[in-house]
């Protein structure tokens, strides 16, 4: 499963600021020619995301809502506050290309600090992991649709497009009881024509980590802490035991910054747009 994750090309910090009608050429373009440009601006690590922020109903306290009830295991449900994001800093860390064999230790590093998170996952790696999928829901994390196979969509013709959505959608509610309701395709390749097939938010990332790349988590650690802000959509992927390695560090570091951990969904307030890079950041009070 390396190979998906080692694929992903950097271009997508290419397109930034980008509107969803450019959006489709701009991919086309920085798939067949990713240039020396694009992969410098994405070892730069993070951009400004399009803001299209849509919040909560306020809660009585400012940002922070009642704990919700309690888990009993490890990665259950923890008590943390729902948040809004208009109004506390939030990060949404998201994991590609599992389940796999560190998800695991991965969820529990997320539990220690309450952190939630998103999972975009492979339908094929779903039908291996179906235990692992199922911890990862009773954790309250949230999971997206990353296709079947890892497919290349914008080669595909639309009934490829669709099956690979569908059949994944299949796995994860057989394994897991939930319909994914975010879609993230994979090397964040997409087109008018593939969007026409994925009738829910694509998620798109402002951070790109290149773990996939750097196979240690030290430099994982130190390139994240560095790229994210307020509102960022980070891209990790879970099947690297480096990039779980990098975990508890920035985890702490983030959290002592005063970030709050949250699902995409959560990010934009239960309304994540029709394409996602990043939220706005919370305003100032
Ligand atoms: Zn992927």
Known sequence: MDVWG???PPFLAGAKRVTAGVLAAALLVTLTAATGAAQAAARAGTRAAPSDAL?????DTPGVAPFEALGDSATE??????????????VALTFDDGPGRHTGTLLRHLAKYHARATFFVLGSNVVTYPRVLRRTVAAGHEIGNHTWSHPLLTRLPAARVRSQIARTDRAVKAAAGVMPHLVRPPYGAFNRAVRRQIARPIVMWNVDTLDWRYR?????????????RPGSIVLFHDIHRTTVGAMPRVLKSLAKRGYHFVTVSELFGGRPPHVAFGAAPPKKH
């Open 6 to 8: 080692r694929s992903h």
């Open 55 to 59: 919040g909560v109903a306020p809660p």
């Open 77 to 90: 449900a923890r008590p943390r506050p729902r948040v809004d994001c208009r109004r506390v800093k939030c």
């Open 216 to 228: 240690n988590s030290a430099t994982v650690a130190r390139r994240t802490l560095r790229s994210v």
